[in-house]
């Protein structure tokens, strides 16, 4: 036994109590070498797919997509007795990836109107009782998940959309490290309470200031005709883009009353608590992309 384990002898008659040390580091409460694990696998699968093959990555996000949609319609038909029809939203889903990578935002759009009129007539073949709930669960959904996702397909397109795209995750991911790694060191004043009580301000302050150096770097080094400054603005639209995101989803849980979107992926949850920031962060990323260097 190490000396400054042990404790003194019952013969000095002196407590074996160990002195009060200073606090403990707070514990996350996932299992850390897992989702250690399952993140560095799944970031291994995208940068394969994303420069091997353009349209191999096409078919992760679209498989992302249709994953994301039955965790989602799975739990709101669970907890809220919502009848979202995942076919056509599935089948809907696909169509609006492939469409805007290969038509654009018209494609995509057209895509998304399409998959809503599917759902409004799948459903009309059920009882008419909820229809209007169920409908509109339905349409939430093909915008929440597939219609978002459809920007990264629509910044895949352009001729350096792999760099794109890549510039794109790398962002979002810097941002969710910076949030965590200084709201667990530093955070004391909470961001959201009643919506996510670990978020604090700190931590999006350490969200802002990784994701825009990180931005700043990235933009003048992976994007052709970029800037650094382009890379602040870029990185800022990204930190709060993520934070929101992030603070959605959160709400959706604590209204579901669950913790996780599924169980997929361990260490982490489902596909759809991988989502949460990527999603809504897409056309910022694309939309931002798009004005400083063109369409590409």
């Given at each position: 036994?190490?000396?400054?384990?042990?404790?003194?002898?019952?013969?000095?008659?002196?407590?074996?109590?160990?002195?009060?040390?200073?606090?403990?580091?707070?514990?996350?409460?996932?299992?850390?070498?897992?989702?250690?694990?399952?993140?560095?696998?799944?970031?291994?699968?995208?940068?394969?797919?994303?420069?091997?093959?353009?349209?191999?990555?096409?078919?992760?996000?679209?498989?992302?997509?249709?994953?994301?949609?039955?965790?989602?319609?799975?739990?709101?038909?669970?907890?809220?007795?919502?009848?979202?029809?995942?076919?056509?939203?599935?089948?809907?889903?696909?169509?609006?990836?492939?469409?805007?990578?290969?038509?654009?935002?018209?494609?995509?759009?057209?895509?998304m109107a399409l998959t809503v009129l599917a759902v409004l007539l799948w459903r009309m073949f059920q009882s008419p009782e909820n229809y209007l709930r169920d409908v509109?669960?339905?349409?939430?959904?093909?915008?929440?998940?597939?219609?978002?996702?459809?920007?990264?397909?629509?910044?895949?397109?352009?001729?350096?959309?792999?760099?794109?795209?890549?510039?794109?995750?790398?962002?979002?991911?810097?941002?969710?490290?910076?949030?965590?790694?200084?709201?667990?060191?530093?955070?004391r004043k909470k961001l959201a309470p009643r919506i996510s009580p670990g978020k604090t301000r700190e931590g999006l302050a350490g969200a802002v200031l990784f994701a825009?150096?990180?931005?700043?770097?990235?933009?003048?080094?992976?994007?052709?005709?970029?800037?650094?400054?382009?890379?602040?603005?870029?990185?800022?639209?990204?930190?709060?883009?993520?934070?929101?995101?992030?603070?959605?989803?959160?709400m959706i849980k604590r209204d579901l009353g669950i913790k996780d979107m599924g169980t997929l992926l361990p260490g982490h949850g489902g596909i759809m608590d991988r989502?949460?920031?990527?999603?809504?962060?897409?056309?910022?990323?694309?939309?931002?992309?798009?004005?400083?260097?063109?369409?590409?």
């Open positions: 036994m190490n000396e400054s384990t042990r404790g003194s002898s019952p013969a000095t008659g002196q407590s074996s109590a160990r002195p009060p040390g200073p606090p403990q580091p707070k514990r996350a409460g996932r299992d850390l070498r897992a989702a250690v694990g399952v993140g560095v696998a799944l970031g291994a699968v995208v940068l394969a797919a994303l420069f091997a093959y353009k349209p191999a990555f096409l078919v992760v996000i679209a498989a992302a997509v249709v994953v994301g949609l039955w965790e989602l319609s799975t739990r709101l038909g669970e907890r809220k007795q919502l009848r979202v029809p995942l076919p056509p939203l599935a089948v809907g889903g696909v169509a609006m990836v492939v469409a805007g990578y290969l038509r654009g935002a018209e494609g995509a759009w057209s895509a509109t669960a339905g349409v939430f959904a093909a915008f929440y998940v597939p219609f978002l996702a459809t920007f990264v397909a629509l910044m895949l397109a352009a001729d350096d959309g792999h760099r794109r795209v890549l510039v794109f995750i790398l962002l979002t991911v810097v941002s969710d490290t910076g949030a965590y790694a200084v709201g667990w060191r530093f955070g825009t150096v990180a931005g700043a770097l990235s933009m003048a080094t992976l994007i052709d005709d970029g800037t650094w400054w382009q890379g602040v603005l870029l990185g800022l639209g990204v930190a709060v883009s993520a934070t929101l995101g992030d603070l959605g989803e959160s989502l949460d920031s990527l999603l809504p962060t897409a056309p910022v990323a694309w939309l931002l992309l798009l004005v400083f260097v063109g369409a590409g």
